[in-house]
């Protein structure tokens, strides 16, 4: 009966520093750093098709200082490159999709208003589709 008193008092003890913040150092919740990333964010879909055709979901909305998921969908024969530009034609985001495959990425878009996204093959920027992407205040 000793011995097994001793036993879940000791059992106790470490079961009870399991989890404490305080040795490891790690930040509660509230206090992580901005560039952490959720587990779902938002997410943009473009797709590319066979024949080149370039379309998007219909949600392209975005807030600003959240993270978004980007994803490039590409069924060409060529390589294709999304660019998200702030309301100022500075860059965001780019990310690139090789023939057949896909890209993709996250972002945070800082700027409140409208973003452009520009889709075209790799190299041929003259040649894009555009798509406007709504950031709001969060």
Request: charged share 25%; proline share 7%.
């Amino acid at each position: 009966m000793v011995m097994m008193l001793a036993v879940c008092v000791v059992l106790a003890g470490v079961l009870s520093s399991c989890g404490q913040e305080g040795q490891t150092g790690a930040a509660p919740l509230g206090e992580r750093a901005e560039n952490d990333v959720p587990l779902n964010p938002p997410t943009l879909r473009f797709h590319v098709s066979a024949d080149g055709q370039v379309g998007a979901s219909p949600d392209l909305e975005a807030e600003a200082g959240e993270v978004v998921a980007i994803v490039l969908e590409n069924e060409s024969d060529s390589g294709y490159e999304l660019r998200l530009l702030d309301p100022d034609g500075d860059d965001v985001f780019a990310v690139e999709a090789p023939a057949g495959e896909r890209g993709d990425g996250r972002a945070m878009p800082r700027d409140v208003g409208t973003h452009v996204v520009e889709v075209h093959p790799t190299g041929e920027q003259g040649a894009a589709e555009e798509f406007l992407v709504e950031v709001s205040e969060t």
